[in-house]
């Protein structure tokens, strides 16, 4: 075998709306062996991995995929399943998966499947191919190209007859969500509220733009600090709570053991000792009595903080209650870690067997925490005489902590339906007194179905980002959903997690597009977040410059806390390198798709390029609007599966509307259409039975009077996706006639500017689609023109045969052509993209002498411009579009002269 590549998809994608690990795999001599014809692969693979008898996969049932490996498949779909198998094993919940051959190239096969987090689910990926690779003949076992999916694992103890799965588990816990962070998640995906990750650790970005809300652990972005400070402060805390008449021990706060002594000697009864500021029960001892026991314990509790507790202890069970939002929302009663003898095993055998419960795990990995054997434990065992060789009778329990806390073993049990109603306005008084919106009280109380002033007990300590695992899933009782109201306290219901998301795609006119979009939106006051080839805007400001089409720019758009909408060109590359930013979009704008970008990235054909086009407008919301190019056989074919309300632009409207526009307006359909006029054509939005006339091409600068056919379209869809947002059908005709095809308000597509007598224009054509439709406006503008000279290139990674279209068809635009490269060749060597063009312009026709080839863009560019002389149109098509424009500029303040030119330029 030998892997080819892979790609972490971190959204919707070409192949599903789930996040995804592909792989390309080529199996090589293996594809003419499926697993049927492998003697005895099935049994070794299921004495390994027997969870596999519970994958349906194509047939969804149990025993499915073991039928499939039976009756033979591919390996690729082995080790799909493989991989999914070794997640759910290292605790990950992954569980679809697809593998699917590659068009044209025997034996290659896309391997795809979920993951949790895309560390461990890579790593999952290699371990599935090696696992596969082991169990077949040495001969055919081989396999290359492993370091492209990720690092091995190192095998450990504890694997079995899987090495590297312990390490697979710890990869998972390290990176992946903790259980209280993975139910707020998965809360947060049941009310469709998007979220991201922001670090490795717990900080979730809940919602888009403006309207997002953060959260880290239970701590949520509103969380008052000065609440969190005064529940660090344990003494505060319980002053607090005295002050308000809510039942708290008596204590005292010392920094030194002869205060500690003192303390507890005026202390009815036994007293606790812990730290000022601890957490997680560290550093705690209860049950003191006499100044030895408090000595021992201030020592202990000195290691976690320089100020200590000492305070009465009280009397009862040791409860978690958990107020969210000021409303008691579950209470688990906690046990600390014991184990009961059988009157065989000794302790530290009995605890073995208690922490090999699949319940439990390291730290806060799983709902139970195992107990580890520390000092504390054996001088706790030591207090009772007991040692680890310790064999307890039958049926007799020794506890192994003096606190119930889960993060040191201990159990819950859920107790909230028995909580007396005096109790929870106590619970829900004291959390207010505090200030915490998320809040965790330890109560001590010897029966919670009775109010404290009956039994005693009272509130020990409140914490900040309290811990959910306990109610998540208790070891006892009925489980409760408390990340619900959590969300609930950020989104209340009916309030909007999401900010309009505009996507607009399509081989031509996209920057475009998306640049009219923000024009009319920001008209209307919003502030709006676009993503563009030019860079990043943030309401009409570049904050970061250079190509940002792809969902690393989209995503920081979505994550800017002032942002109201956002309108983001999607381009090809980004979606095939990882998927969309977004989940799902308001609207969704693909223009066209012609012949660009084929035999790069498995998209061989113009119809894989229209499948890439179309993950826009399959991911369009249901009551969203797909927005499609009437006059493009391969857009208008993306109508039968977009998803959302369709709404179609044409430039054939009046008379000229097709039968199957009239037939979808007659149907209540949405579209906009340019209807003939005097005045260059007219815009007009069919909403069912209602014409709206939105302005008149005259009145757009963008259109240069109508004849920019390419920046009609262009208006067309952008004043749908305008409509379908609610814009004021004025604030539409206002965005439009203010918006002009300058530098300043879209760089490099269709500059025009006049240096000493002639006109040049700047366009980033980089396409034969693209020079084609500039070529529609050019034999307009050549009524008023001389020669038409033009500079071109194209992309060195198109194919031979698109940029001899580019040659030929410069050969039928210009007079006089200067064909130049771009800097970093992709992929062909200097001087091979020159050759192409050149030779397919004379071979079309023109004459030698009006072909020149400079490789250097300043150097051509400076050529046409003094090339050109009175009358004449000099058409740049640049690669870098400002360095081309303040060179275009320089000349024309040079007044076309030789004198200061060069320096005009550099400057």
């Known amino acids: 075998m030998r892997v080819i590549e892979r790609a972490v998809y971190r959204g919707p994608h070409l192949y599903s709306s789930r996040p995804m690990i592909r792989i390309m795999l080529d199996l090589e001599a293996l594809e003419d062996m499926p697993t049927n014809r492998l003697d005895g692969f099935t049994d070794r693979l299921l004495a390994i991995l027997p969870g596999l008898e519970a994958h349906g996969c194509s047939l969804r049932r149990p025993g499915g995929m073991v039928e499939r490996m039976r009756d033979g498949t591919w390996l690729g779909h082995v080790i ?21 051959s590659v068009a044209g190239r025997r034996g290659v096969y896309n391997i795809m499947y979920v993951y949790e987090d895309e560390h461990s689910g890579l790593a999952a990926g290699r371990m599935a191919i090696e696992l596969v690779c082991g169990l077949l003949p040495r001969a055919l076992g081989r396999v290359e190209g492993l370091d492209l999916i990720a690092p ?41 509220i998007p979220f991201r990750r922001l670090d490795e650790h717990s900080l979730i970005a809940f919602g888009q733009g403006c309207r997002q809300q953060r959260l880290r652990a239970s701590i949520t972005g509103r969380t008052s600090h000065v609440a969190v400070e005064t529940a660090g402060n344990k003494d505060l805390t319980k002053r607090l709570l005295a002050q308000a008449g809510l039942p708290t021990p008596r204590g005292e706060v010392v920094r030194s053991v002869e205060a500690a002594i003192d303390a507890a000697a005026r202390l009815p009864g036994p007293v606790v000792v812990k730290p000022l500021d601890g957490n997680h029960g560290r550093g705690v001892s209860i049950g003191l009595i006499g100044p030895e026991a408090v000595a021992a314990a201030f020592a202990m509790a000195r290691e976690h903080s320089p100020r200590i507790i000492v305070e009465q202890q009280l009397v009862g069970r040791d409860h978690r209650a958990l107020v969210v939002g000021g409303r008691l929302v579950a209470v688990a009663e906690r046990r600390p870690a014991r184990v009961v003898g059988d009157g065989e095993a000794d302790l530290a055998t009995l605890i073995e067997r208690l922490n090999a419960d699949p319940r439990r795990g390291d730290g806060h990995e799983k709902i139970m925490t195992k107990v580890r054997i520390d000092d504390a434990l054996a001088a706790l065992l030591q207090r009772e005489g007991y040692g680890l060789d310790y064999r307890p009778a039958p049926g007799q329990t020794v506890v192994l902590r003096e606190t119930a806390n889960l993060s040191t073993g201990g159990e819950a049990i859920d107790r909230t339906a028995e909580v007396h109603p005096d109790n929870v306005a106590t619970i829900e008084r004291a ?27 009272g509130i020990i300590e409140i914490n900040a980002a309290p811990g959910l695992r306990m109610h998540l899933q208790p070891s006892d009782g009925q489980a409760r959903d408390v990340a619900g109201p959590i969300i609930e306290q950020l989104y209340p219901r009916g309030s909007r997690s999401r900010i309009p998301v505009i996507a607009v795609t399509g081989t031509n006119g996209k920057s475009t597009t ?34 940002a089409s792809g969902p690393r720019s989209a995503r920081m758009v979505l994550d800017d806390p002032t942002v109201e909408a956002a309108v983001l060109e999607t381009a090809r590359g980004g979606i095939l390198r990882e998927g969309l930013a977004f989940d799902r979009a308001d609207v969704g704008v693909v223009l066209n798709v012609a012949e660009d970008h084929l035999g790069l990235k498995g998209v061989e054909t113009i119809e894989d390029l229209a499948k890439v086009k179309s993950v826009v407008v399959d991911q369009v919301s249901r009551r969203g609007v797909s927005v499609l190019n009437a006059d493009d056989p391969y857009t208008l074919r993306m109508a039968r599966h977009a998803k959302g309300r369709v709404g179609f632009f044409s430039l054939r409207g009046g008379a000229e ?41 005259a009145d757009m600068p963008a259109s240069l009077g109508g004849a920019a056919r390419f920046n009609l379209q262009n208006a067309l869809a952008a004043c749908l996706a305008a409509y379908v947002q609610g814009v004021p059908v004025d604030k539409i005709a206002a965005g439009l006639a203010s918006f002009e095809s300058s530098f300043e308000q879209n760089p490099g597509r269709l500059n025009l500017t006049r240096a000493p007598g002639f006109t040049t224009i700047v366009d980033y054509a980089h396409n034969p689609a693209a020079l084609q439709a500039l070529g529609g406006l050019l034999a307009k503008m050549r009524a008023d023109h001389d020669r038409v000279i033009g500079v071109v290139s194209i992309p060195g990674d198109r194919r031979d045969e698109d940029i001899r279209a580019m040659g030929q068809l410069a050969a039928e635009l210009f ?55 009175a009358g004449d149109l000099v058409v740049l098509l640049p690669t870098e579009v400002e360095q081309v424009w303040r060179q275009t500029l320089a000349f024309r303040m040079a007044g076309g002269s030789e004198d200061g030119l060069e320096a005009r330029i550099h400057a």
Not at 516 to 535: A, E, F, K, N, P
Not at 667 to 687: C, F, K, N, R, W
Request: charged residues 25%.
């Open 815 to 869: 007079d006089e052509v200067i064909f130049r490269e771009r800097p970093d060749g992709r992929g062909r060597a200097p001087g091979g993209v020159l050759s192409l063009l050149s030779d397919a312009a004379i071979a079309t026709g023109m004459a030698p002498e009006r072909v020149r080839r400079i490789l250097d863009e300043p150097a051509a560019v400076d050529t046409a411009l003094r090339l050109a002389r």
């Open 514 to 547: 998306v640049r009219m979009i923000d024009h009319i939106l920001r008209g209307c006051g919003w502030t709006v977040g676009m993503t563009t080839t030019s860079g990043v805007y943030i309401d009409g400001r570049l904050i970061r410059k250079g190509d």
């Open 80 to 100: 799909e399943h493989v991989a999914l198998e070794l997640q759910t094993l290292a605790g990950a919940a992954a569980t679809r998966g697809k593998t699917r």
């Open 657 to 697: 509307m097709p039968a199957l526009l009239q037939k979808h307006l007659a149907q209540g359909g949405l579209a906009a259409v340019l209807e003939p006029s005097v005045y260059g054509g007219l815009l007009v939005i069919h909403d069912g039975s209602t014409r709206i006339e939105i302005a008149r091409a």
């Open 152 to 192: 091995p694992l190192a095998p450990a103890s504890g694997d079995g007859p899987l090495p590297g799965l312990a390490a697979l588990s710890r990869l998972r816990v390290r990176h992946g969500l903790g259980p209280s962070t993975r139910a707020l998640v998965d809360a947060a995906r049941r009310r469709g």
């Open 431 to 457: 959390a207010r007194v505090i200030g915490l919106d998320v809040a965790g009280l330890d109560i001590l109380i010897p029966d919670i179905s009775r109010p404290f002033s009956e039994v005693g007990g």
